[in-house]
């Protein structure tokens, strides 16, 4: 089967998780897996604890804190390995980020 990747993100100058998020997460977490379709998940700490590597004329450029993009910054992935992007959209509809972000489904090549 295929897989794809769940990219959930938001912009946190507009909103962010809700307080009470974590027991979803936790349920979507226990979902995903007991279905068995979970090929790996991983969240991402806060966009500032990272850095942003580009190179430009053979030299490396290295900032702190990961370049903002149109403002949403990327919270996390699950990559599922389901029969098709129909069943990927249906997992991706699942994740809380949904609900305030949006999450991108992206086939991985393998």
Known sequence: MPK????????????????????????????????????????????????????RDGAAVVDDGVAPTSGAVVAGLYVVDVQDINAATSWAEKIPTARYGSVDVRPVVE
């Open 4 to 55: 794809f990747a769940l990219v959930y993100q938001y912009d946190p100058a507009a909103t962010g998780p809700a307080a009470g998020e974590v027991p979803d997460w936790f349920a979507y977490d226990k979902e995903v897996r007991e279905a068995g379709v979970l090929a790996y998940e991983a969240g991402f700490h806060e966009a500032s604890s990272g850095r942003t590597v580009s190179v």
